[in-house]
């Protein structure tokens, strides 16, 4: 049984939620200290009032320790933003839908590193370089930018629809240590990349819709998330078969891995028009809100041990909800 403690409207729509922290882990410490924080990123589609018809923003947000939610800090962007990481507690890297990844630290500036002319979807960053992907049809791209020159160090054609061999949109990204990547898409494929010579290692065509969400968990396995309503775990020696396979909600925009507090993983499943899902190691679901998605629910964070925040983006809102 959940229960909703407050919600925001903003001006924009919000696309993802992720909490202000260094490490997503549910420690004793961390519950005790509030407020809490969280950064949303928003999309705006307007035409009719701005040269750039993509507006957006990344909004500071505070949940206090009864879970009144409130804005705190509002800082317009370039263009839209889908999806953010952070590079550290306070600074993060956005996918705008201008062709630019832009670098923001929280309390002082921020940058905006020209990629390509399309709206990129996602972001990848690990050791000074980001792994990013673009939605545009015609291109089908996965790029490589050096964040420590601000260049972009290679791209290539990452995905082509079987029936049409036209290039299709690269909805989601993931860098591994090694030079090793992956990238998901609307031709129901998840590609494993040396992104150093850009050479196709291997792929899994096991999706019964495009890829949407994708995560290295451990050198050898891939956490992934599909319009076709499945979370998948899968292992790259063997991409025939599924490691886990378990039926969500509705598609699965995202999943955030969080540290219970016996350092077990939580997975928080982002099931767009199915709501949430909250599961345990086990992927065994121990909480959701399949309502919660009649609005679209593209982000969602876990606050504290029970607590968490998620956007709803027809609606414009930004809810906190106790588990």
Not at 122 to 150: C, W
Request: with cysteine; charged share 20%; proline share 2%.
């Amino acid at each position: 049984m959940s229960l909703l403690s407050s919600h925001i409207r903003l001006d924009q729509r919000p696309a993802f939620a992720r909490r202000l922290a260094s490490a997503l882990d549910l420690s004793e410490d961390f519950d005790i200290v509030a407020p809490h924080s969280a950064v949303v990123s928003t999309y705006q589609l307007d035409s009719e009032h701005h040269s750039e018809p993509r507006q957006g923003s990344l909004c500071l947000v505070e949940v206090d320790e009864n879970g009144n939610i409130s804005l705190k800090k509002s800082i317009p962007k370039s263009a839209g933003v889908f999806r953010f990481e952070y590079l550290s507690s306070s600074r993060l890297i956005s996918a705008l839908t201008n062709g630019s990844l832009s670098i923001d630290d929280l309390n002082a500036k921020s940058d905006d590193i020209p990629v390509c002319d399309n709206m990129l979807l996602d972001v990848s960053p690990l050791d000074g370089i980001t792994f990013t992907s673009d939605n545009k049809a015609r291109d089908g791209n996965a790029y490589v930018v050096d964040l420590n020159s601000e260049t972009l160090v290679s791209s290539w054609l990452a995905h082509q629809l079987a029936y049409s061999n036209d290039p299709c949109e690269v909805w989601t990204c993931s860098l591994r240590k090694g030079n090793v990547g992956c990238t998901g898409a609307e031709d129901e494929t998840l590609k494993i990349w040396d992104t150093r010579s850009r050479t196709l290692v291997s792929q899994c065509k096991l999706f019964e819709a495009g890829v949407t969400f994708s995560q290295w968990i451990n050198e050898n396995q891939i956490l992934t998330g599909s319009y076709d309503e499945h979370i998948r775990v899968l292992d790259t020696r063997n991409l025939k078969q599924e490691v886990h396979k378990i039926k969500a909600n509705g598609g699965v925009w995202n999943i955030e891995i969080n540290l219970d507090k016996g350092g077990n993983p939580l997975y928080l499943v982002s099931c767009m028009y199915g709501g949430w899902m909250l599961m345990n190691s086990n992927y065994d679901i121990l909480k959701q809100n399949e309502e919660a998605g009649k609005q679209l629910l593209y982000g969602a964070t876990i606050i504290n041990s029970n607590k968490l925040l998620y956007t709803t983006f027809n609606d414009f809102t930004v809810s906190v909800e106790t588990f």
